[in-house]
């Protein structure tokens, strides 16, 4: 599975963004996706993930109620919709999929969990 994220850009705080996170290969709909993000000099965390089917959602203390993830299986592509921005959101944002199409719920998805991982892209939220 190969993995492109997209959708990163500088915005004003309080503004919106979507992220996209498209995968090739079948069998993508089977996996469970998760977006993380990375700021520099700290660890990558997990904001958002989706089980295979959409049915369990995790999201971060950090980001509820501001972000959304959702999955469209025939378009083989995960979104993040993320509105209210702060600038504490600036990050490299990730998205990754994982074989296991299930989540725990209220579990922590942690990076080591994931076996594809996408290419970044940056999300600048200006003061």
């Known amino acids: 599975v190969q993995l492109q994220a997209s959708g990163g850009g500088l915005v004003q705080a309080g503004g919106s963004l979507r992220l996209a996170c498209a995968a090739s290969?079948?069998?993508?709909?089977?996996?469970?996706v998760g977006w993380f993000r990375q700021a520099p000099g700290k660890e990558r965390d997990c904001v958002a993930a989706?089980?295979?089917?959409?049915?369990?959602?995790y999201y971060a203390d950090s980001v509820k109620g501001r972000f959304t993830i959702s999955r469209d299986n025939a378009k083989n592509t995960v979104y993040l919709q993320m509105n209210s921005l702060k600038p504490e959101d600036t990050a490299v944002y990730y998205c990754a999929a994982r074989l296991a199409g299930w989540l725990v719920p209220g579990a922590k998805p942690i990076p080591g969990q994931y076996d594809y991982w996408g290419q970044g892209t940056l999300v600048t939220v200006s003061s």
């Open positions: 989706i089980n295979w089917n959409g049915g369990t959602l």
């Open positions: 290969g079948r069998t993508f709909s089977s996996y469970a």
